[in-house]
């Protein structure tokens, strides 16, 4: 890696402005208050509208009435930009990026459609006017097994974030930080921390089994019990949990105590740890026990199937599988299925959506974002090819190690990490001036949100294998 200096540099005085064409995203009323089950995206409730530029391509008219049912879809070609109606009719297939696949009758998405779907859901075409709470539910969840990256996600998302807008919720118990998807830390809201752990549990129970040799000889029910007693008496670290269930079973592996506690149990990390600017060690709680109210009985996945594809669709089945990292949801899409529409990706997999979400064009803009390590848009799909060039699949990572990524025209293209007076942009490409401009203006911003009042110079590099 071998930044130039030279290549940009500007000292951060105010936030940058929007790219020019840029609107923003504002909900009419609360999106938590009242939501519909299974649903929190905005356009499914016919809650959102424009405002600053025109309405771009995204925009949508409202959804079906709570409860309608739709007939099966396949003979059905779906709108996939500009107002709702316009199909293939109205616009060639070839200008949206779609094509019809031989033998089948749903319609073939390319690349840069699926992408520029993915990104209007994920809040990253247009920065959203919305809560970090509202936001936090829409997205379900934020990856978060660092206390930062939630915070660069929402700055990425939000349009007047501030890291306070998270910190808040959280200090508040209407936002906490769980193991839950993939069985890693998400900052979830109060509610889905109460619904999601107990979808997700048998995932837990199967990172239990891989502990099984340290536990031979301890009853499982009576140490999630202990364990429950122990830490809604008082908080605890994971090493003070170990030791107490270490005094109860002697013969067991400690660290393997401590993991099934975590995996029966929904443990939450209490505050101050996860707060912006705030320090404080990993210490355990049970959520219902921090939140004030009783998990709920593990529910059918059909609700969250809905939420998925509103975040992240169109999707597969094995694409959500790979989010949640469950198995067997091929049946909650079956169930679904009269009330969604198909799509193929160019590899003929099958991809369900919701009718009357967002698909823009294909050269839809798409302006340059930061996101953090771990961010969920690139640990959300099977096939990651929609958000990661095929060029530069595993440049994100180094072992265990996730790398801060940029995205430039939509797709990832470079990696960025902030020194002690300088953001530098290490680029896989050489971008043109004309878009390296673009992501400076966008660090620039991300900086004066995330770091007021310092001062960074913005450089540019390559990534050097």
Same mark, same amino acid.
């Given at each position: ?101 031989? $033998?089948?009758?749903? +319609?073939?998405?390319?690349?840069? &459609? %699926?992408?520029? =779907?993915?990104?209007? !859901?994920?809040? @990253? ?120 269930? $270490?005094?109860?079973? +002697?013969?067991?592996?400690?660290? &393997? %105590?401590?993991? =099934?506690?975590?995996? !029966?149990?929904? @443990? ?198």
């Amino acid at each position: 890696m071998n930044p130039s200096r030279n290549a940009v540099n500007r000292t951060l005085l105010t936030g940058a402005a929007l790219p020019a064409g840029g609107g923003r995203l504002a909900l009419t009323s609360d999106p938590v208050a009242g939501r519909l089950p299974g649903c929190l995206s905005p356009w499914q409730r016919g809650r959102c509208r424009w405002t600053g530029a025109a309405s771009p391509a995204c925009a949508t008219a409202p959804g079906p009435a709570p409860g309608a049912r739709r007939a099966p879809v396949r003979p059905r070609t779906p709108a996939l930009a500009g107002e709702r109606g316009q199909g293939p009719s109205s616009i060639p297939a070839t200008v949206q990026g779609m094509t019809t696949q031989a $033998g089948t009758t749903a +319609p073939v998405l390319g690349i840069r &459609a %699926l992408n520029r =779907a993915t990104l209007a !859901r994920q809040l @990253l075409l247009r920065r959203a006017s919305m809560s970090a709470e509202a936001a936090v539910a829409h997205l379900v969840g934020l990856q978060a097994q660092s206390v930062k990256p939630p915070y660069y996600a929402l700055a990425a998302r939000l349009d007047g974030f501030t890291p306070e807008d998270l910190s808040a919720p959280m200090a508040d118990r209407r936002v906490a930080r769980l193991v839950t998807l993939r069985s890693t830390i998400h900052t979830h809201t109060a509610d889905d921390c109460l619904t999601l752990r107990p979808l997700v549990q048998a995932a837990r129970e199967r990172e239990l089994r891989t502990f099984r040799e340290g536990l031979t000889g301890v009853d499982l029910d009576r140490l999630a019990r202990l364990a429950r007693e122990l830490v809604e008496a008082e908080p605890r670290t994971p090493g003070q949990l170990r030791q107490a269930l $270490g005094a109860e079973w +002697p013969d067991a592996d400690p660290q &393997a %105590l401590s993991v =099934a506690a975590r995996c !029966r149990l929904p @443990l939450v990390q209490v505050t101050p740890r996860g707060l912006w600017g705030r320090s404080g060690q990993v210490t355990l709680t049970t959520a219902e026990h921090w939140l004030g109210r009783p998990a709920r009985p593990e529910p059918a996945p059909d609700d969250t199937v809905l939420r998925y594809l509103a975040a992240f669709g169109p999707a597969s089945v094995k694409d959500m599988q790979t989010w949640a990292g469950l198995t067997r949801l091929r049946d909650a899409f079956e169930r679904l299925r009269p009330r969604l529409v198909t799509f193929r990706d160019p590899g003929g997999t099958e991809l369900f959506d919701l009718p009357d979400a967002p698909r823009p064009g294909p050269d839809t803009p798409a302006p340059p974002r930061f996101l953090p390590e771990f961010d969920n848009l690139l640990l959300s799909h099977a096939d990651r090819a929609r958000v990661v060039p095929p060029a530069h699949k595993g440049r994100t990572w180094k072992k265990n190690q996730a790398y801060r990524v940029l995205l430039a025209d939509g797709f990832v293209a470079g990696l960025w990490k902030l020194e002690d007076d300088a953001l530098v942009v290490e680029a896989f490409d050489r971008p043109p001036k004309r878009q390296r401009d673009e992501i400076a203006a966008e660090g620039e911003r991300m900086l004066a949100t995330m770091h007021p009042g310092t001062a960074y110079d913005v450089r540019f590099g390559t990534v050097r294998d």
